[in-house]
């Protein structure tokens, strides 16, 4: 009669249905994508309509936004806001700068890959994107939640190893946290 | 109509019997030059702000010269009476690159100081400000110097993406792909 397979299953549906209706974003305004930000939110393009809405801080956001080229010295700061962030975390990254380098491509203070230093559920490309396609990341990411592919975090505790190392690669002398989960 | 110099030749005239020394040059309208050794740089800046009016420091910049095995750094003021931009460039060496600290004058050339005392590695005895600006725990030799391969450096730091590498031009296959015209204009700039 009682199936427990099928009880995890529908767990997991709710869960995954209501973490995707509710997305809680921190915008990180790194590069000048952050300027695409404010339409969207806002009356034209509304992504409340979605569920997707600001956070005011790392620890209440479910969904960091990377918006464009990200200098060394701002990785460090990021890399402390996504270990801040609590568990279901989400990460967008926005335009072309965070896939390859974008036109910072040969620049000696941007990095030119995000998911070597975070791990990436959606990237959004373009440079920059329009409220459009940011609207149509946040789909995908409520795609790949609700199917539950969205396990960045879940990699991140996993390879931690892996992405320290590259962290370290190109933040010298700075004290990144030691976890033991 | 011929365009009159007027009060750029009065300026022209006043620093040049207070200066000598200095070569000067009415650039364009509204763009006075002041070429000068570096000695005679917080002396042309105080006059400046003292007896011409130059009420407001506008920018602090360095170019560098590696032909010449010089910097040369440019001090741009702007009064707001006259309305002229005032251009002092001094030039000083390369190797062990010193200058004047001038933050005593206007605070903000303080700022700009810092700025390229990371970017180039100009030194400013005596001036107080924090030894990072922009950048943490850089190593090499100051990035803005034209002798700082940025490419080289990135090639060492960061690892690129694959799929760049061959640049390609891509804009007439996605035009292909559309089935879209590419104006003629545009061609021009084609890399083949
Ligand atoms: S992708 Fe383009 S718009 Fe976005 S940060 Fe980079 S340069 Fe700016």
């Keep these: 009669m009682y199936n427990d397979n099928n009880a995890q299953t529908i767990v997991e549906y709710i869960k995954n249905f209501t973490r995707k209706n509710s997305l809680f974003m921190l915008a990180y305004g790194t590069g000048c994508g952050a300027i695409e930000l404010p339409a969207t939110l806002t009356s034209r393009y509304d992504a409340e309509r979605l569920g997707v809405r600001g956070a005011a801080t790392p620890r209440q956001a479910d969904l960091l936004l990377i918006t464009g080229y990200l200098s060394t010295k701002t990785l460090k700061r990021v890399i402390r806001v996504y270990e801040q962030m609590q568990d279901p975390k989400y990460v967008i990254g926005f335009g072309s700068c965070t896939i390859n380098g974008g036109m910072y491509w040969d620049s000696y203070n941007t990095i030119k890959m995000l998911d070597k230093y975070i791990p990436v559920d959606v990237y959004i490309n373009g440079c920059m994107p329009r409220p459009e396609s940011v609207i149509a990341g946040f789909k995908e990411l409520q795609r790949l939640i609700s199917e539950g592919k969205a396990d960045g975090a879940t990699k991140y505790k996993e390879n931690l190893d892996w992405y320290r190392e590259n962290q370290k690669k190109v933040l010298k002398n700075w004290p990144l946290v030691e976890y033991n989960w | ?192």
């Design chain 2, 1 to 192: 109509m011929e365009t009159t110099f007027i009060k750029e030749e009065l300026l022209f005239r006043q620093l040049e019997t207070a200066f000598e020394n200095v070569v000067l040059e009415i650039a364009r309208k509204e763009a006075v030059l002041v070429y000068a050794p570096k000695e005679l740089v917080a002396p042309i800046l105080l006059y400046a702000k003292e007896k011409l009016g130059y009420k407001s420091f506008s920018h602090l910049s360095c170019v560098d010269w590696i032909e010449n095995d010089e910097f040369e750094l440019v001090y741009i003021l702007w009064s707001p009476e006259t309305k002229i931009n005032l251009f002092v460039k001094t030039r000083i060496e390369r190797e062990n690159p010193i200058m004047e600290n001038t933050d005593t004058i206007w605070r903000q050339i303080n700022t700009y100081q810092r700025e390229i005392r990371e970017m180039f590695g100009v030194e400013f005895p005596g001036f107080i400000g924090e030894k990072e600006f922009i950048l943490e725990d850089w190593e090499e030799i100051p990035p803005m110097r034209r002798d700082f391969d940025t490419l080289d450096y990135v090639s060492e730091t960061f690892d690129e993406r694959p799929g760049r590498e061959d640049k390609q031009d891509v804009r007439e296959r996605i035009a292909n792909r559309s089935g879209e015209e590419i104006p003629d204009f545009a061609k021009k700039y084609s890399r083949e």
